[in-house]
């Protein structure tokens, strides 16, 4: 006997998601399939954002809905639909079931969907969902394949540029136009101030940098050009500046930094010694060695430097945390003298400048790009090989893997390639970087991705206004108590981990295939219990959204104001404190051009994006379960009220640290 279904079809928001070719749905039940139903009059229903209902009749009962089957045929020309959802309602006015896409059809195409519940595959008995299952990744697995793009880092996407992505990883039209726009703009806003100022020539005097702080600004980047001599601002930056995992505490001077307690007793409080301080746990150090023999760029026709400096810094009971001593590199010498803060004025300023642009290449290179870019590419490859769309833990990560291989394809090509604009103005551009890197990875540990044990390790819990530390800390516990509670969700115990096949391969190939050649890292290859499936969870979920925020938000801020944070020095480290002039710093400093370009990336690069999703807000419904929904809506508010806290906390402070707001953290790593 006859059945009528009623499907809803919603087309997705953004640019160019509709389309005006011939769509056809056919329902697939546990008793047989509906009739193939041709939906749509060519070009009027299925606009951009339309939610279009139909009714699709079925020679005889389907018995429980599995499958949604939808075919795009080409009608006139080429043209790609994205389909948000369907919704079917059974007759007899049962109760709707919504099957959730979030894809886009290219070309003549078939494309199966499931019910959104999520379904580990001891949740599917029938035989038509777990073929359905295998097919689904057997596809994917030969569209996301691995590649080594370069030896001794993590392995990525095999894709030579973004154009070579499937269209469901593709920056929208609206992102990509913007990208695109915003790095043009930048460029020619500064390559016009080049013009005005002289083009490949270095500064008269420190504040000619102003002369490009016109359109481009920010309050934090204006803040810098007013305090960036001052030792307290020094400080300040190790903590909550833009690379705020570099600072340990020092129990013990190194061998190679012979500080002695005369040299540094002026930057005491009275009546204390740096053997004291050392021993109640207020001195801290900054160790650039991973600096030591890199390579160093040549920029037309001149070479670049770099140094490995240590940096011996003091939590001051009234002046806050103070560099109290510099060395420029790793061999103490009598050419690499320790500079002081009682050392001529403009000595200890190119002295800090120096720590400052190891600080550039660290926080661009490994911070940055390797510890939260090509770390979360890893979980993302893994996540599209070996999880089927109906996995709880695929619903679980997609949102914070939107852009990323598209982002990584990009600046593989234009910041870091060969020729790309890291090549032109900095120091480690061209091999040097990729050494960095590699250097980085060999002793990259998946212990270090998870912030409370980096603290501890690096024996910093205790140091005061480390604002870095506590929003980390905070937004940490909310990821992982809302992991936790999904994965409790599908998990009724540690035996249904290890016994989810498909979840098991997952870890394979991020430990395997992703994270390839890492001995030490720390990570098993088998998940064994539930509780170490959160924290991988967490770990993915905040080093994509926190982690990159904390790095990737203030490049601007800290970077504008070029001598703060310079990307490149054209002269070798001072080796005679005696001896640096102004002109000294200005020769070493990067040039007109190389300023402007600085200025443009990082403005680019840090920007708020305009289709930005903030952490925790899910703008595809991937989980339709009622129990799913409300841990997403509980996260919500658990961030709303962090929000909250970190508002109240910077009441009333000169210098605000709001990178870690959650509304200010992207959902993914999209830039």
Known sequence: MEEVYTVTVATGTSEYSGTNNYIFVTLVGERGESERTLLDNPGLDFCRGA??????????????????????????????????????E??????????????????????????????????????????????ELQERQATYRWMSWAPDIPRCIDAKTEADLPQNVRFDNEKRSDFEHSLQYALLELSLKKLAIRFGKSWDDLDDFQRIFWKLRSPIA????????????????????????????????????????????????????LGKELKAGNV????????????????????QYVAAPLCLLYQHPDDGLIPIAIQLGQTPGLDTPIFLPKDPPLAWLLAKMWVRTSEFQVFQVLSHLLRTHLVVEVFCVATLRQLPAVHPIYKLLDPHLRYTLEINCRGRNQL??????????????????????????????????????????????????????????????????FVSGMVSLYYQSDRDVQEDLELQAWIRDITQEGFTELPNFGLPSKLGTREELSTLLTVAIFSAT?????????????????????????????????????????????????????????????????????????????????????LIDRFGAELKDIEGRILSQNEGLELQYLFLLPSRIENSITI
């Not at 809905?65 to 079917?88: A, G, I, P």
């Not at 059974?90 to 195409?109: A, E, M, N, Q």
């Not at 150090?285 to 030591?292: E, G, H, K, N, R």
């Not at 680019?604 to 925790?616: N, S």
């Open 51 to 88: 939610v279009d209902q139909y009714k699709v009749t079925s020679p005889s009962p389907l018995g429980s809905l599995l499958l949604v089957r939808l075919e795009k045929q080409r009608y006139w020309v080429e043209d790609n639909w994205f389909c948000r959802y369907v919704t079917v």
């Open 90 to 135: 059974p007759p007899g006015g049962d109760k709707v079931l919504t099957f959730p896409c979030y894809r886009w059809l290219v070309g003549d195409i078939k494309v199966e969907i499931r019910e959104g519940t999520a379904k580990t595959p001891r949740d599917d008995s029938a035989p038509q969902l777990l073929a359905h299952r295998k097919a």
């Open 222 to 273: 204006e803040y810098c050009m007013e305090h960036w001599k001052e030792d307290w601002f020094f400080g300040y930056q190790c903590m909550n500046g833009s690379n705020p995992r570099m600072i340990q505490r020092c129990k013990k001077l190194p061998q190679n930094f012979p500080v002695t307690p005369d040299m540094v007793q002026s930057s005491m409080a009275p009546r204390t010694t």
């Open 284 to 303: 801290y150090l900054l160790d650039y060695a991973i600096m030591d023999g890199v390579p160093t760029n040549t920029i037309k026709g001149k070479p």
């Open 416 to 481: 870091i390639s060969a020729d790309g604009i890291f090549k032109k103005v900095v120091s480690t551009g061209g091999e040097g970087l990729l050494i960095l890197a590699q250097k980085e990875y060999k002793v990259l540990t998946y212990r270090s991705l998870q912030p409370g044990n980096d603290f501890t390790d690096r024996g910093v819990s205790q140091l005061p206004s480390y604002f870095y530390r506590e929003h980390s800390l905070m937004l940490w516990e909310a990821i992982h108590s």
């Open 546 to 630: 926190a982690q990159h925020a904390a790095t990737n938000n203030g490049q601007f801020d800290w970077c504008a104001w070029v001598p703060n944070t310079p990307c490149t020095m054209r002269q070798p480290p001072p080796t005679d404190k005696d001896a640096v002039t102004m002109e000294a710093i200005m020769a070493t400093l990067p040039d007109v051009s190389q300023s402007c370009v600085q200025m443009a990336i990082t403005w680019h690069l840090g920007r708020a994006q305009p289709d930005a999703i903030p952490l925790g807000q899910y703008a595809e419904e991937h989980f339709t379960e009622g129990r799913a929904r409300e």
